[in-house]
């Protein structure tokens, strides 16, 4: 195995606690799971000082139902989400999402906070140090130019998380913590605002704050399902996903959301898509005029396993399969 | 006397399978010794360069370092075939791939000795590289070894059987085809580990080898000590596959290392490593022609291979023979000629990985059997029946073939796919598809010229009614303890679980050669056979004495001597051993196995031979979805002729095995490189080994042709099944959707990419 660089670990049991250690600590990260970032430690891409462990830290682990709608703890487990009956009743694309993430010992693992706040991937970066030194480092971590489009200014590192598209389709909300000045500081908005379409700043997160939860509105008739593309049938992260959230009211489509993952640096919502499919009736033909839309706004590069016209024709197949089954 | 079977052919524990199951196996990295420390090696981030200078001295500084090692150490060469000793254990004045040994640290712990290579400071003179076969050929002023007279030419291999000129010209028709199979790793789950200890001047190397007797052999030569000096240990291994099949560079360094800290030190690849260092399957270009006449049968096959062999020579030249040795069966094959080479460029060498030579090969022909087929509108199945090799025969190129249950093989695993009702009717988008193969029990000659037996083993029984047996075969979880357990008890008349099995420790068993090229069952069993014999006729002997009973009245039946149909009391094994042992002390037996002399009187005519050949058949069923280009293999009906089956479901797993093995090389597995020679894929999230889930439905056949040589006529199971699941994947896509795709692995992409082509011709 690669080693682990040294860190201390801090076990806060409250969240201001882990709160304040993070601010004191600026060389301190988050952790919860660890599929993700003990990985990248490994591979010399994160050398934290201190982690903070946020599993013990009492609600986060929490998934509360109400009238309201459903609130789940940052450190609700993959596995809990793929399996748990309400979940997979009334958000079955959060589910599904949830249970096509890695492999199942890592969804026992991996949490939902851990995977919204995943890293970006690319090839060029996913390495160990001996290897990146080898090529020469990159725009995302030590070096200088993007080596998967050399001669760009952006790093186009690949958004991958699973659960993402689906809980955006879902309308999630997102609430965040920090700790300034002493005090608990907390903001909550619409998840997609979370994400930046920006490989190396991946998202809003100041430092030392978290995500402390996330909100998901009532289902009230809400379909929804995700599709995701990969090599292999297990453990492979997405080359494509997508994930589609609507109702159906009086044989029409309405509430339409369709977000597809992995083909940039962040979610992308498929506008010109869910245009096409709002408020129309979803015949034959609707659904595939609307999935071959679904790319628009993507300009993926070659930096995963598929070429990027792959991945893209695969998303509108995947997308009108998703819709063809979801209006059954 | 002869009897029906006690243990062979039932299904027997494996010996080390509750160790495994519970975790208390040990394996080599699971080792601890007093003082131990751990080694780490620097690796070139270079594809090509000249080393100027070395500095180590920052690094012997730190604190916790307590031994450093450069190529300055033991600049010995060596390699795996005496042709080729082009390698040392840590580079001297150059380096030929990104990963290449350059020096190495032992230091009291991993990331003490981690932060002591940053602290090496390699003067490189970079040079040009190579990564392109085609261009290794051709080019002068880039030598990855100063020694190839030609280009990079490693070496050319040419070899003609028949007239070929005149099999084309009898030819009714004749097709032209090429093709490449892509690199592939063998990706065991143990990483190579070595610990190596020095005390009282002597030697210990624990190592997760599939071959201590070279490795015994090397390190005394690498290291001048005397070979009496040194013991190789092999532990628990998990997964060789070929990967652990020569000495490596980790072994010798880790000797190196405690030589000079007068520690025991250990290292361990990382997964990294692993794959950076590979010795994995060569990538093969090929091309083919073929004649045959209306009715199928072949009048002259020509076929021209370039092998990529990365850095170094490794297995290679045997590689290079074998690939054009094993196409000369199993069909039969009048006039044959094969013209290749292989050569140098600056990637990580390649060398044996399971189906060793043959698997590309049988690949390429396979499907262009398939075509020629097609072609004439002949039946894929009627093609390979007419053309299938018949027990005793010689090849062209003079393999002699004793037992062959090829055309049951065939008839087998097409059946289970109701062929004749299934193939060319299934709707669009499905297919079934078939391919032969057929592989060596082991080589007749052995790797460094010597007329010594292949295989040796010793058993004792001793009082306690316990059967030992001493091998130097190396259990690589193929099951070869298992096996010489169940042959001794078979032989001996005692049960399986009262014998022991010590293997592959170079002080307390005798040599056997390794666990490459599918030998130990025939070798390491024919020995075992013979020794367990011996002991046997001695217990026997002492009884026979006792009671004035003639000794062929007597047998031993489940670890009771008995003589039916005389008064006589029957006696324990136990009783009947201290009788032996009373009468002429301690009660041993021997025996070796040396393969008859079969090598061909040409160049190249020692690779290929081998004391039997399995024979095998594939029929794959696939799923086509011309939409996305996904291949999904629904069934694999796999039968291999094993001549007989010793332990059923450890031969069914053998066949299992090889099988995922092959589907993913043909659908998934891809050991690819970045244009400036970093790995593609250095890890296995990567590197698409395939899953659980990735696995159709395997149904094994067993065919017993009982080979007249093999013990209890067994053969080879571990390997030939490798060799028909890849062509058979690639018939039955071309059944489901009428296209033919002569790269492997096959992507999605590619798939798209031939219907489109089809769509458009």
């Not at chain 1, 596995?79 to 958000?91: M, V």
């Not at chain 1, 034959?284 to 930096?303: F, H, I, W, Y």
């Not at chain 2, 003067?123 to 392109?132: G, N």
């Not at chain 2, 059997?369 to 009627?382: K, Q, V």
Request: aromatic share 6%.
């Amino acid at each position: 195995m690669m080693v682990l660089p040294a860190f201390s670990l801090l076990k806060p049991v409250s969240l201001t606690e882990a709160l304040s250690a993070l601010a004191e600590n600026p060389g301190a990260l988050p952790v919860a799971g660890g599929t993700d970032l003990l990985v990248l430690m490994k591979h010399g891409l994160f050398n934290p000082s201190h982690l903070v462990d946020l599993k013990e830290v009492p609600g986060l682990g929490r998934i509360a139902i109400t009238d309201q709608g459903v609130s789940l703890g940052a450190c609700v487990r993959l596995s809990e989400l793929r399996d748990h009956p309400e979940i997979r009743r009334s958000y079955r694309a959060l589910s599904d999402a949830a249970g096509l993430v890695a492999s199942p010992p890592l969804q026992n693992r991996g949490t939902l906070g851990g995977n919204i706040c995943l890293d970006t991937r690319c090839h060029y970066y996913n390495q160990s140090a001996f290897w990146r030194q080898s090529l020469g480092f990159c725009l995302k971590r030590e070096g200088n130019i993007c080596r998967a489009a050399p001669g760009s200014k952006r790093c186009f590192a690949t958004f991958s998380s699973d659960t993402v598209p689906a809980l955006i389709a879902l309308g999630a909300r997102v609430k965040l913590a920090g700790w300034q000045e002493g005090a608990l500081t907390e903001r909550e908005f619409p998840l997609e605002e979370f994400f930046v379409e920006d490989g190396i700043r991946r998202n809003v997160l100041h430092p030392g704050e978290v995500v402390a939860g996330l909100h998901l509105p009532p289902a009230k008739g809400l379909r929804s399902g995700y599709r995701k593309y990969r090599q292999r049938a297990s453990i492979d992260y997405p080359l494509v996903s997508v994930a589609v959230a609507f109702r159906i009211i009086e044989n029409k489509l309405q509430n339409v959301r369709v977000v597809v993952g992995a083909l940039a640096s962040a979610p992308v919502a498929a506008v010109e898509t869910m245009a096409v499919l709002e408020g129309n009736r979803p015949t034959p033909d609707l659904l595939g005029r609307a999935a071959e839309l679904v790319t628009k706004s993507t300009r993926p590069v070659k930096n995963q396993a598929s070429s990027p016209g792959h991945r893209r024709h695969m998303a509108r197949v995947l997308c009108r399969r998703l819709l063809e089954e979801m209006v059954k | 006397m002869s009897r029906e079977f006690q243990w062979i052919g039932k299904p027997m524990l494996r010996v080390d399978g509750v160790a495994k199951v519970t975790g208390a196996a040990q394996y080599t990295d699971d080792m601890r010794l007093p003082g131990m420390l751990v080694g780490k090696i620097l690796r070139s981030p270079h594809a090509h360069a000249r080393i100027r200078s070395i500095d180590t001295s920052r690094a012997e500084a730190l604190p916790g370092v307590k031994a450093v090692a450069t190529g300055k150490d033991a600049p010995v060469r060596y390699g795996i075939l005496p042709v080729s000793e082009d390698e040392f254990p840590l580079a001297v004045d150059k380096v030929r791939y990104i990963g290449d040994e350059v020096a190495a640290v032992a230091a009291l712990d991993e990331a003490t000795a981690v932060r002591a290579l940053s602290l090496i400071e390699v003067d490189y003179e970079v040079l040009p590289a190579i990564f392109d076969p085609h261009e290794a050929l051709v080019r002068e002023d880039v030598k990855i070894h100063e020694e190839t007279r030609k280009a990079n030419i490693e070496r050319r291999a040419t070899l003609s059987f028949g007239d070929v000129e005149a099999g084309f010209l009898a030819a009714d028709y004749v097709r032209e085809d090429t093709f490449f199979k892509g690199a592939v790793t063998h990706a065991p789950l143990e990483t190579q580990s070595a610990l190596a200890q020095f005390r009282d001047g002597r030697l210990t190397l624990w190592s997760s080898t599939q071959v201590p007797h070279y490795l015994h052999r090397y390190l005394a030569k690498v290291l001048g000590i005397p070979a009496e000096q040194i013991r190789v240990i092999k532990p628990h291994l998990g997964g060789g596959f070929g990967g652990k099949g020569e000495p490596l560079p980790l072994e010798f360094t880790a000797c190196i290392l405690a030589r000079k800290a007068g520690r025991p030190v250990k290292i361990t690849y990382t997964r990294e490593e692993v794959f950076l260092t590979h010795r994995g399957r060569h990538p093969m270009h090929m091309k083919l022609k073929t004649g045959v006449k209306k009715d199928g049968s072949i009048t002259a096959l020509h076929f021209e291979c370039l092998l990529d062999g990365g850095a170094y020579g490794s297995y290679g030249i045997v590689t290079l023979y074998y690939s054009g040795q094993l196409l000369a069966g199993p069909y039969a094959i009048p006039a044959y000629r094969f013209e290749g080479a292989r050569v140098h460029t600056n990637k990580p060498a390649c060398g044996a990985q399971r189906g060793h030579g043959g698997v590309q090969p049988r690949y390429a022909f396979e499907v262009h059997l398939d075509r020629i087929a097609t072609d004439l509108g002949i039946d894929p199945l009627e093609m390979r029946l007419k053309n299938a090799v018949e027990p005793n025969t010689r090849t062209v190129n003079e393999l002699r073939i004793t037992s062959c249950g090829f055309r049951d093989c065939l008839e087998r695993s097409s059946n289970a796919l109701s062929w004749t009702e299934r193939r060319g009717k299934l709707p669009r988008g499905r297919g079934v598809g078939i391919a032969g193969g057929f592989y060596i029990c082991g080589a007749a000659v052995p790797i460094y010229y010597n007329s010594m037996p292949h295989s040796n083993v010793r058993i004792e029984a001793d009082r306690s009614g316990r059967v030992t047996v001493f091998c130097g075969a190396s259990d690589i979880g193929q099951g070869s303890d298992t096996m010489l357990a169940l042959v001794a008890a078979e032989t001996i008349g005692v049960s399986p679980e009262s014998v022991r099995v010590v293997s592959a420790d170079t002080d307390t068993t005798p040599v056997d050669l390794g666990s490459y090229s599918s030998r130990v069952t025939f070798m390491a069993g024919n020995a075992c056979r013979a020794a367990a014999e011996e002991v046997r006729n001695r217990v026997l002997s002492a009884v026979a004495e006792m009671n004035e009973v003639p000794i062929d009245q007597l047998e031993i039946l489940n670890g009771v001597v008995e003589a039916p149909g005389y008064l006589v009391r029957t006696l324990s094994f136990q009783e009947a051993v201290a009788l032996a042992e009373a009468g002429g002390g301690p009660v041993c037996g021997s025996g070796g196995y040396t393969p008859p002399k079969l090598a061909g009187k040409y160049r190249g005519g020692g690779v290929g031979p081998s004391p039997a050949y399995s024979f095998g058949a594939h029929a794959a069923e696939v799923e086509v979805d011309e939409e996305t280009g996904d291949v999904k293999v629904i069934r694999l009906a796999a039968a291999h002729d094993l001549g007989r089956t010793l332990n059923p479901p450890a031969a069914e797993g053998q066949v299992e095995g090889a099988a995922v093995m092959g589907l993913g090389e043909t659908l998934l597995e891809d050991h690819g490189f970045l244009d400036s020679g970093q790995h593609a894929n250095p890890s296995l999230l990567e590197y698409k080994v395939p899953t659980a889930l990735d696995v159709p439905d395997i149904e094994p056949f067993l065919v017993e042709s009982v080979d007249p040589e093999g013990p209890f006529g067994a053969k080879e199971v571990g390997e030939g099944s490798l060799h028909p699941s890849i062509p058979a994947i690639v018939n039955a896509i071309y059944d489901a959707v009428g296209v033919w795709l002569h790269e492997v692995p096959i992507t999605p992409e590619a798939v798209l990419k031939a219907l489109r082509k089809k769509e458009k011709p």
